[in-house]
Nanobody, 120 residues
Framework: QVQLVESGGGLVQPGGSLRLSCAAS????????MGWYRQVPGKERELVAA???????NYADSVKGRFTISRDNAKNTVYLQMNSLKPEDTAVYYC??????????????WGQGTQVTVSS
């Protein structure tokens, strides 16, 4: 029903920038929240940034002031602008849709992930 395709990952030097894009297709609701998570080996997937349909934001403390999330509802696309990248930002980044459904349930949809490597 929902497909998420990430792009924009790659290798970048510390202090550099990358812009991740996630194109959503299928049954996308205007009320869906969209966001980015990341995961490194041996650790749980963690929230990086999220944006609601109403334009509110949520950032991990580790990326505040460096990353910016935005969305283009007409294109069903969410972006993550990453500046001042650090080696500890190295991870697989996953696009996410968070949907509130009936019966007080919340459902997450995930992309395949894109590798971001920050190294000199």
């Amino acid at each position: 029903q929902v497909q998420l395709v990430e792009s924009g990952g790659g290798l970048v030097q510390p202090g550099g920038s990358l812009r991740l894009s996630c194109a959503a297709s299928g049954s996308i609701f205007s009320t869906d929240a969209m966001g980015w998570y990341r995961q490194v080996p041996g650790k749980e997937r963690e929230l990086v940034a999220a944006i609601s349909s109403g334009g509110s934001y949520n950032y991990a403390d580790s990326v505040k002031g460096r990353f910016t999330i935005s969305r283009d509802n007409a294109k069903n696309t969410v972006y993550l602008q990453m500046n001042s990248l650090k080696p500890e930002d190295t991870a697989v980044y996953y696009c996410n849709i968070k949907r509130r459904e009936a019966l007080a349930s919340i459902r997450h949809y995930w992309g395949q992930g894109t590798q971001v490597t920050v190294s000199s």
